[in-house]
């Protein structure tokens, strides 16, 4: 169970109140029909699943139920850092 | 036997308790174990063994205990599988053994065969030879401990939350020691102390006869810890009999807190929590968990009364207890001594064996031996004599030559009631490796420590390696001052560093696992699952070598103490076996829980009525007044059907939807899920998560709509309202309001959040009443007059703005059987009004309440899909024969269609529904039974079935393999009926739309 802090909310709360939504920055192609049929799975199906610190998305589902980035370590479940949709769009982007 | 009083017993002698014991009455005292108060009546046999049935006692006093396992109480307080050593007396208590050691047990009946049951019998006798099925229930019965509880547990559980800066988790000398420093020298931090036991003090009462500092230390220290949980209970929690059982991500840690006092067990009215589960989040995390003792190894050390010696010292110095008058005390370490000074000292007579030579005499040796205590120096035990309870042992001389331990010479016999052993100590490393941290082997101390550094905790006293309690306090004193630190509450350490090097106090030898020892049958690892040194060997001999694996084949370390005391030495054994170093063996993991956690406690008061949400329509009791059957969908509570007197399930659904087709018919529609969706988006908005076209829907109107997820396939369907151009009700299943709302938020929050579109979940917010039937004009005719109602004026897939009854409503003509319906929508709290007032003015139509199972039947008929039954999530707008709901020409690639031209979407063969009739319009076929091919090969199943009252004719929906292009083509159904067995029913396949093919109804007959 973890700790997480919403930014919007501004508190630290119980895993309990909050879902996660899958890996951060995954962007819908902008033309789906434009694309390959492996460009598009690429899309639907395939994620990193990498060891180590990674960007996710979480819904504050029984809070305000706004979505929000979270950089989580796979390996320590240490929440490195959380920021509000928009803030970034990207890993290196700061 | 009890031994006159002296200050250092923790039992009130004032104070005498009763209880009964595998129906034995017995006394003990306030501050007892059922353990230590059976010990002290000599009753000393606890349970039988899980493999051999073998009569098993104590070997421990605390958590390690393997063997005493007992069944507390009874009926709806009974709980199985406790340790007798961890059950605190109280008046009245009442226990049995959980496998009867004075029974006949055929387990043991069976003695002369165990030889040849080594590990992986059961499975090589019976699972390899396919007989396993017939033979495991009588297996079964006679093997296990405690049995199942069969009663409801009438005790309360609770949870408690906690945040604290500073968690100290072990409550002997470091525990004491560190919690102590942190509360002297902050200000605000809120720290924790827990610890399983009722007193603090851990195995320091063990010091307090032979050294009068322990005591003074003890005394002062608890008294301080005391006064600060009394007097600043805000920064300072003391958690006693409570168990820190898991350590997890985040400094997150649950602890156990047990409370047996006679009052909350017996009393008939339970209020109070019988366990409390604390969930802390600290900061800082000190674990001070100590170390388990591990016995010595030799033939039938499974016999009763052979113990460990700092049990036998705690037995005797906690509750002044000791279980024999004539004692053998063996070990390989400085320990055994201090066993048999204090032994001595209470006038018992000992006689001390130690594996190591007298190369570097001791001072304590001397004055033993100059006392009158047999010493023997250089020998070692090869084996227990006795039949149930220890008689004496076998001794030989013992010499350690490089790394090997030798065994010479001729064997002698020495008498005695009472062995105490003790092969060194065993770090509580658990919790620290629940959270991932790793142990290394250290040589000095031959135990597994923990790793050195971590983030955010540290380790003192014996967890650590520390062997003297002087040793623990000063390591206690110096990990809070390094805490403190990491907490930022002091700059600089405030006093120095005391010593960090612990003396080698105890001097324990390399294991002592010769291969005269471990050759012999008897040798037991682990006492409670029956693992012997031959069983570890054979798992060898047959190709394992990782620890997991033997431990998986012999089922070393599996039972409820989880190996606390036999695992390590199973280790050792497997080294010396594979000639390799303990190091490279490395221990199994360890994963929560560190004990056993009550179910009870576990759930807490989320039981019973807190289990689940449970939701009701305002509309309920009206259906309660009806005598409706209710069912459960996504926590709603849905009429089912309404049974009449006298009628069952088929009968009340059979009435039920006749009057539906022939006159009219109501339904409590109020659970659908409903979002508000808002903004100058919204019709954009709703063209992209739906297949179908929105642009031109107008104000008035309403539009059936299928959404998809990304990859294609149907998540939900449902019917949305056109109120203004700028604004839509929509509708969703019942049971996927919560996760499609869910959907809709993410695509607007994290992909569109350009689209001015507000959406909230108004489910609750409205009543929703549908009139159905032929006659439904005539009643809403009756109940609205500010709305026109003629067919020409108001047509199907439109709604109006009205007044029914009074009350503001949206009448929607929206139809989920085929029939002409109207669905009534008011504020909620106006729901059983209006249903009341339909029900009375329906009347001279015979208005007719229906659930959820004729409603089911009604859009079966006409080939309505429910998404869930007739759709799995694999299931594209394709199969299920519905792509004329996919709009060709929308600009925005809507949410699913790029995945519709993907090459395994458009296979053939792919499941599609479709209809399913059977030969014999009689049979029902049941929902779920696999259609085959003329090979027998499963092509599909079976989604949807009914009996179709207004066909007369059972109707069913199939996914099949290539249906849509099988029309009229004949399929089985494989069924297995409870008499006949495997039946075979032939059917046709058809189109899923039975009744009013031509869609005429819809209108209604004015």
Known sequence: MLLIHCPYCKESRDQSEFSPAGEAFIARPKSPEGISDEEWADYVFYRTNHKGNHWEQWVHSNGCRKYFLVERSTISHQILQVAPFGARNSETEL | MRLAQHPSHQVDYSKSLNFIFNNKRYKGYEGDTLASALLANDALLFTRSFKYGRKRGLIAAGVEEPNALVSLEIGGRYTPNLKATEIMLYDGLSAVSASNPNAFDIRAFIKPLHRFMPAGFYYKTFI????????????????????????????????????????????????????????????????????????????????????????????????RLLSFANEDSERFTLLTQSTAYAWHDQNYIEVLETITTAESLTSSEPQKARKIIHRIRAKEVILATGAHERPMLFEANDLTNIMLSQSVRRYLHEYGVISGKKVVIYGNNDSIYSTARDLHVNDIECIVVDVRSSEDPI?????????????????????????????????????????????????????????????????????????????????????????????NREVCGAVAGASAWQDAINDGKNKAQF???????????????????????????????????LNKPKVF???????????????????????????????????????????????????????????????????????????GAMAGREIGDFFDPQRYTTIHDSHVASGAEFEVVGQWYRPWYYPKTGENIHQAVYRECLAVRTSLGMMDASTLGKIDVQGSDAREFLSRIYTNAWMKLAPGSCRYGLMCNEKGMIIDDGVSTCINDNHFIMTTTTGGA????????????????????????????????AVVGPNARKLVKLLCQDVDFERENFKF??????????????????????????EINVEANYGRYIWDQVAIAGEKWNITPYGTESMHVLRAEKGYIIVGQDTDGSMTPMDVNMSWILAKDKPFSYVGRRSFSISALCAEDRLQLVGLLTKD??????????????????????????????????IAMAQIQGGLAKMDETVLVKIVQKKQGLKEIPCEISSSVFYDIEGEKVDGND
């Not at chain 2, 560093?497 to 390399?510: A, H, K």
């Open chain 2, 797 to 822: 897939m439109q709604w109006r703005p009205g007044t029914v009854c009074g009350v503001d409503a949206r009448i929607m003509r929206i139809s989920f059987s085929g029939e002409l319906a109207y």
């Open chain 2, 128 to 223: 390899k030879q396919k007989v396993w099925a017939k033979v495991e229930d009588s297996i079964r019965a006679f093997s296990g401990f405690s049995k199942a509880p069969t009663e409801e547990d009438v005790d309360v559980y609770d949870h408690i939350f906690h945040h604290a800066e500073v968690v100290v988790i072990g409550g002997g000398a470091a525990g004491i020691s560190a919690a102590l420093e942190v509360l002297n020298n902050s200000k605000k931090e809120r720290v924790i102390l827990v610890d399983e036991r009722t007193q603090l003090g851990g195995e320091l009462f063990n010091e307090f006869s032979s050294d009068e500092a322990a005591m003074t230390w003890h005394k002062d220290s608890v008294n």
């Open chain 2, 525 to 599: 690892l682990d006492l409670q699952n029956d693992v012997t040194t031959l069983d570890v060997a054979l798992s060898i001999r047959e190709g394992y070598r990782s620890i997991e694996h033997i431990k998986r084949y012999t089922a070393m370390g599996f039972g409820t103490d989880q190996g606390k005391t036999g695992n390590i030495n199973g280790i050792a054994v497997a080294a010396e076996l594979m000639g390799i170093p303990m190091s490279e063996v490395g221990t199994t993991t360890f994963r929560p829980a560190y004990t056993g956690v009550d179910f």
């Open chain 2, 921 to 954: 319009s009689s049979t029902v076929l049941p929902e779920g039974a696999h259609v085959i091919d003329n090979k027998g090969k499963s092509i599909g199943y079976v989604t949807s079935s009914y009996f179709s009252p207004i066909l007369d004719r059972s």
């Open chain 2, 738 to 769: 919560a996760s499609v709302y869910s959907a809709l938020e993410m695509w607007l929050q994290t992909e569109w959040s350009d689209l001015d579109v507000h959406l909230n979940s108004v489910t609750d917010q409205y009543s929703t009443v």
């Open chain 2, 483 to 517: 805490t403190l630190n990491a907490l930022g509450t002091v700059s600089k350490l405030t006093q120095e560093i005391l010593s960090e090097n612990y003396s080698n106090y105890f001097n324990v030898s390399q294991f002592f696992t010769p291969k005269e020892i």
């Open chain 2, 363 to 455: 001072e304590i040796v001397a004055e033993l031996k100059h006392s009158g205590v047999k010493v023997l120096q250089g020998y070692s035990i090869v084996k227990a004599l006795g039949s149930h309870r220890v008689k004496g042992v076998e001794i030989v001389q013992t010499k350690l030559q490089g790394n090997d331990w030798q065994v010479f010479g001729d064997t002698q016999t020495l008498s005695c009631d009472l062995l105490a052993t003790s092969g060194g100590f065993n770090p509580v490393v658990h919790l620290d490796c629940h959270n991932g941290a790793k142990t290394y082997f250290d040589e000095v101390s031959q135990s597994f420590l923990p790793q050195q550094e971590r983030d």
